[in-house]
T-cell receptor, first 111, second 111 residues
Framework: NAGVTQTPKFRILKIGQSMTLQCTQDMNHNYMYWYRQDPGMGLKLIYYSVGAGITDKGEVPNGYNVSRSTTEDFPLRLELAAPSQTSVYFC??????????FGSGTQLSVL | RKEVEQDPGPFNVPEGATVAFNCTYSNSASQSFFWYRQDCRKEPKLLMSVYSSGNEDGRFTAQLNRASQYISLLIRDSKLSDSATYLCVVNIRTNDYKLSFGAGTTVTVRA
């Protein structure tokens, strides 16, 4: 039982490049989330999903896209990387009304 | 007004001391409350849920004050290992279990 698996752990991108952050869970949780955390700041919600085929924007969705084709996977896509997207990204899952389970995070730098 | 607000601290306390801090939330109908702990930008981990009647877990006590819309965390007999950032987490929309995070309160316990 791996829980929530995020890849990669670290990545350096050049401005304008694209990448996908992967998030996979084996807990059969309906809710999945992507957060970003900038230095000295709290977690800000980028996108979330309440089930396969359903996604919605959070507080800071600009510059990102998501998809949820299966219960297990919730990838986050950066299309045109910008320095403002330098951050730590966390994926999390949740059974409705219960606690969040987090992945170990992805440290992304855009130079 | 922010949906979830915390005193950022830092709270710098000696070993053995008691430290307490609050978190205010904006939606009077919020139903789910948690305290998470985060170390050095690693993934947040659940410290404890917060129940209406208040609850303890060892040296940690959580309280909920619905009338004033805040939750609190008290740490007794502080240990060096309690040094961390404590995140307040609340569902801020009625009938929506999506959780929002405060920016965190930093606690440093010194020898």
């Amino acid at each position: 039982n791996a829980g929530v698996t995020q890849t990669p752990k670290f990545r350096i991108l050049k401005i304008g490049q694209s990448m996908t952050l992967q998030c996979t869970q084996d807990m059969n949780h309906n809710y999945m989330y992507w957060y970003r955390q900038d230095p000295g700041m709290g977690l800000k919600l980028i996108y979330y999903s309440v089930g396969a085929g359903i996604t919605d924007k959070g507080e800071v969705p600009n510059g990102y896209n998501v998809s949820r084709s299966t219960t297990e996977d919730f990838p986050l896509r950066l299309e045109l990387a910008a320095p403002s997207q330098t951050s730590v990204y966390f994926c999390a899952t949740q059974r409705v009304g219960e606690k969040l389970f987090f992945g170990s995070g992805t440290q992304l730098s855009v130079l | 007004r922010k949906e979830v607000e915390q005193d950022p601290g830092p709270f710098n306390v000696p070993e053995g001391a008691t430290v307490a801090f609050n978190c205010t939330y904006s939606n009077s109908a919020s139903q789910s409350f948690f305290w998470y702990r985060q170390d050095c930008r690693k993934e947040p981990k659940l410290l404890m849920s917060v129940y209406s009647s208040g609850n303890e877990d060892g040296r940690f006590t959580a309280q909920l004050n619905r009338a004033s819309q805040y939750i609190s965390l008290l740490i007794r007999d502080s240990k060096l290992s309690d040094s961390a950032t404590y995140l307040c987490v609340v569902n801020i929309r009625t009938n929506d279990y999506k959780l929002s995070f405060g920016a965190g309160t930093t606690v440093t316990v010194r020898a």
